[in-house]
C-alpha cells in the first residue's frame, strides 16, 4: 500500500513568485496535515485538513493557504515567496475516530527561495 | 511555556548503551502521545506510541506519567543506526492538534 506523496521533491523559486505543492494521503485517510520545518529548526504546524475543510491553521499569514480535494489530495500555495519560506514542507495523513490515531508523513518537498 | 518541551540534546552514547529520553507536556487535556524519529533533512517516522499502561518495542521502551506530564523514551542497547533526532508528539482531546516537540538529538558513537 503507498504511503503519502508528496511533490515536487525539490523546487527552486524565487522572491515573489507563487508555489503549489501537492500530497496525496495514505488510502483512506481523510486528513491531511501540512508542517513547515526550516533549517535546524522544528516542525511547525500549517494547515489542518478533513473531509475537505480546513479544520485548523498555526500561525502563519494568509499567503499561506491550500485545499483539500474529494479525493483527499491536498494542495498548499504560497504567495509572494519571502526568503524565510525557504523550507521542508512536510504533508501527514491521518484517520480520525480510529483510536490514537498516529500521523505518517511524507517525504517532504524541499523549497529554496533566493 | 512551550507546550511540549524537550532537552535538545545532543546526548552522545557509546554504542551499547542505555539512553533515555523525557518530554513534557503543559495541557492536562493531551490525549494521545508518540515518539517519532527524524533523521537529517527526512520525514519524521513513527517509533512508537505512548499508552497509558506504558508499552515495549524491542530495544525501545515509552512511558507516560499523566500526573506529572511527561513521556519518556528508553533505548537499550544503542546501535550506530540509533543516531537521529527524537520528537515527542503531543494529540489535543478534541481538537486533533498535534503538538511536535522541538526534538532530542541522539548520536551513537562507536
Known amino acids: 500500500e503507498a504511503g503519502v506523496t508528496q511533490s515536487p521533491t525539490h523546487l527552486i523559486k524565487t522572491r515573489g513568485q507563487q508555489v503549489t505543492l501537492r500530497c496525496s494521503p495514505i488510502?483512506?485517510?481523510?486528513?491531511v496535515y501540512w508542517y513547515q520545518q526550516a533549517l535546524g529548526l522544528g516542525l511547525q504546524f500549517l494547515l489542518w485538513?478533513?473531509?475537505?475543510?480546513?479544520?485548523n491553521r498555526g500561525n502563519f499569514p494568509p499567503r499561506f493557504s491550500g485545499r483539500q480535494f474529494p479525493n483527499y489530495s491536498s494542495e498548499l500555495n504560497v504567495n509572494a515567496l519571502e526568503l524565510e519560506d525557504s523550507a521542508l514542507y512536510l504533508c501527514a495523513s491521518s484517520l480520525p475516530g480510529t483510536g490514537n490515531e498516529e500521523l505518517f508523513f511524507g517525504s517532504g518537498t524541499q523549497l529554496s527561495v533566493l | 511555556r512551550k507546550e511540549v518541551e524537550q532537552d535538545p540534546g545532543p546526548f552522545n552514547v557509546p554504542e551499547g548503551a542505555t539512553v533515555a529520553f523525557n518530554c513534557t507536556y503543559s495541557n492536562s487535556a493531551s490525549q494521545s502521545f508518540f515518539w517519532y524519529r527524524q533523521d537529517c533533512r527526512k520525514e519524521p517516522k513513527l517509533l512508537m506510541s505512548?499508552?497509558?499502561s506504558g508499552n515495549e518495542d524491542g530495544r525501545f521502551t515509552a512511558q507516560l506519567n499523566r500526573a506529572s506530564q511527561y513521556i519518556s523514551l528508553l533505548i537499550r542497547d544503542s546501535k550506530l543506526s540509533d543516531s537521529a533526532t527524537y520528537l515527542c508528539v503531543v494529540r489535543t482531546s478534541g481538537t486533533y492538534k498535534y503538538i511536535f516537540g522541538t526534538g532530542t538529538r541522539l548520536k551513537v558513537l562507536a
Open positions: 488510502s483512506g485517510h481523510t486528513s
Open positions: 485538513y478533513d473531509e475537505g475543510e480546513e479544520r
Open positions: 505512548v499508552y497509558s
